[in-house]
């Protein structure tokens, strides 16, 4: 193939000089004779051997998932619109009207045989729309498709709403993808209560027997830094506080999304870099509110003084600084000054 992304070929002979001097242009779809410069147009359809149009496939993109062109043309339907008054490819002929109007009658009658493929048409649709809306991956919106299909084949969505478990399979899906969405913007967007999400949520773990990783803290952090509009400083510090402190046991009770937001409250706080970040601010974007996020404030600056104590650090900053922040520096051996935490 050449740089124009054409492709010579000697299996067709031209209709007009009878030239085998043939070329194949993919990205145009035209067959052309290099000597006459005739189009074949008896030709346009010929894939020969080795023919891969765009040359897409799963293979040929190690970041596409394997199931992308089954969940992508499952249950996808062609819809016949009309007729246009003004194209070259539809005739205007009273005949034609009536014949496309007769196809497109007995095409929507038919491409809904049953209930089940009536109920994937709606759902799947509403699933990608919710799922663009809070800005998720191709991955999680695959793997949210593929937990509604499974729970449709088990029967699941029977006596439950249908927005109640697309929202509860894309809350799955984000967690398992580790690019977890809060119940307040799923409920948001999807317009199910959150008490609804996690009731459905919960009973499609049982069902189907998911097994879905604990969300921590440190997987809210970068998009929470994002929206904030925070130095990515700030997302380090923060990902090396929760590294440091953060212990299942310890914090057990605790919703992750507190101890995020305190924890980037904190980061903020003491880099001090451009705008002062506020707890109202905080709070308004993670959903928690400020009386939690000074609780949690509070809990993690005692675990970074008691981690500096036993690291012979002199004070919180000094850990805060030399530990944190710069991670290969190490913990003094000996402090002429006693500890003395400042903060």
């Not at 299909?149 to 439950?160: Q, S």
């Not at 119940?183 to 027997?209: C, P, Q, W």
Request: proline share 3%; charged share 25%.
């Amino acid at each position: 193939m050449n740089e124009t992304g054409e492709e010579p070929t000697n299996k067709l002979t031209c209709t007009v000089c009878h030239s085998t001097n043939i070329t194949i242009d993919y990205r145009l779809a035209e067959v052309v004779c290099d000597d006459c410069g005739m189009v074949q147009e008896n030709a346009l359809i010929y894939a020969g051997e080795g023919t891969n149009f765009g040359k897409i496939s799963s293979q040929s993109d190690p970041n596409l998932p394997k199931n992308f062109f089954y969940t992508a043309t499952q249950n996808v339907f062609t819809d016949i619109s009309g007729v246009r008054d003004s194209g070259s490819t539809v005739r205007s002929e009273k005949e034609s009207i009536q014949n496309i109007s007769r196809l497109k009658k007995w095409h929507k009658r038919l491409k809904m045989i049953n209930s089940s493929d009536r109920n994937l048409s709606f759902a799947l649709g509403e699933l990608t729309t919710i799922c663009t809306n809070l800005s998720l991956s191709l991955t999680t919106t695959i793997k949210a498709t593929d937990l509604y299909r499974t729970a449709v084949r088990n029967n699941v969505i029977r006596g439950r709403s249908v927005e109640g478990v697309i929202a509860a399979s894309i809350y799955a899906a984000s967690r398992i993808t580790d690019t977890p969405r809060t119940l307040d913007e799923l409920s948001n967007i999807a317009g199910v209560t959150k008490k609804e999400i996690g009731r459905t949520y919960r009973f499609l773990m049982k069902t189907l027997a998911l097994d879905i990783p604990t969300t921590t803290p440190a997987s809210y952090i970068p998009r929470f830094c994002s929206i904030l509009h925070l130095d990515r400083e700030v997302l380090t510090l923060s990902k090396r506080i929760i590294a440091e402190i953060y212990d299942e046991k310890l914090y057990s009770g605790r919703g992750p999304i507190g101890i995020c937001a305190a924890t980037i409250y904190l980061a903020a706080d003491f880099l001090q870099l451009g705008k002062k970040i506020t707890q109202k601010e905080i709070s308004a974007i993670t959903g928690v509110t400020e009386v939690t996020i000074r609780n949690r404030y509070k809990e993690i600056q005692l675990s970074l003084n008691e981690r500096s104590i036993e690291q012979g650090y002199p004070s919180l900053d000094a850990f805060m600084q030399l530990h944190l922040r710069r991670k290969d520096a190490r913990a003094p051996s000996s402090m002429g000054e006693s500890p003395a935490h400042n903060r």
